[in-house]
């Protein structure tokens, strides 16, 4: 008898290896790309002071609108059934990605120096875009709860912004960004709660920041 699998197993499979193989799929992908890097390419564009009180703007109407969800039972299901291309499963009775984004794009712009935001920003929408992507798609080896191909994916996406960001003036030197990439790779892997949408940038921009200030750079 063959010993080759049938293509719905293979799937689950790849499925089951593959990097956040429980997400909705390209059209929360995109909204994750496009909704993560609104406000670090914004931040190119517009003062700190004015990044952050559009960022405390939208959290705001954002956490106002999770309380109602969260409250009514009703609402939930209507808004559920709505996004259901974008919300996962579980976020459907918990607080969804973008809250946590939003809250970690404050958080980091507020404590951190400008570029560091934007590059530990950048490393979440692309560099976990990119791991999705590819351990879902190719992601054969499992490493931990995800896949050794989208971490891999991760970590060449957060490397190439890094080195974008240390030749377009910001200051950041390669082993200050290259510090960040690792980690941010390291924390996409990683199950830290509450939500890598938070953990990511935060966790990035810190490393980074302790890295310049240990090189004298800061």
């Known amino acids: 008898m063959s010993s080759v699998k049938p293509p719905e197993d293979s799937e689950i499979q790849a499925g089951k290896a593959g990097q956040?193989?429980?997400g909705p799929?390209?059209?929360?992908?995109?909204?994750?790309v496009a909704g993560g890097s609104a406000f670090p390419v914004l931040a190119f564009f517009v003062s700190r002071n004015i990044l952050l009180i559009v960022l405390g703007a939208a959290i705001i109407v954002v956490i106002g609108w999770e309380i109602v969800r969260l409250a009514s039972p009703g609402v939930n299901q209507w808004i559920a059934a709505r996004l259901r291309l974008l919300l996962k499963k579980k976020e459907r009775f918990q607080l969804t990605?973008?809250?946590?984004l939003l809250l970690a794009s404050l958080a980091t712009f507020f404590f951190f120096e400008k570029y560091v935001a934007i590059t530990s920003l950048l490393f979440l929408s692309l560099g976990d875009f990119m791991a999705a992507a590819i351990g879902v798609r190719f992601g054969k080896h499992k490493l931990l709860a995800k896949s050794l191909e989208g971490s891999l994916a991760c970590l060449a996406s957060c490397?190439?912004?890094?080195?974008i960001m240390t030749v377009t003036g910001?200051?950041?030197s390669l082993p200050v960004a290259f510090s960040g990439a690792f980690t941010a790779t390291i924390v996409e892997l990683l199950p830290i709660p509450p939500d890598d949408n938070l953990t990511i940038?935060?966790?990035?921009?810190?490393?980074?920041t302790l890295t310049a200030m240990a090189l004298g750079w800061f």
């Open 170 to 172: 910001t200051g950041i």
């Open 159 to 163: 490397l190439i912004i890094g080195t």
């Open 201 to 208: 940038p935060l966790f990035s921009a810190l490393v980074m």
């Open 25 to 32: 799929g390209p059209w929360r992908r995109l909204w994750h």
């Open 97 to 100: 990605g973008t809250t946590y």
């Open 20 to 22: 956040k193989a429980s």
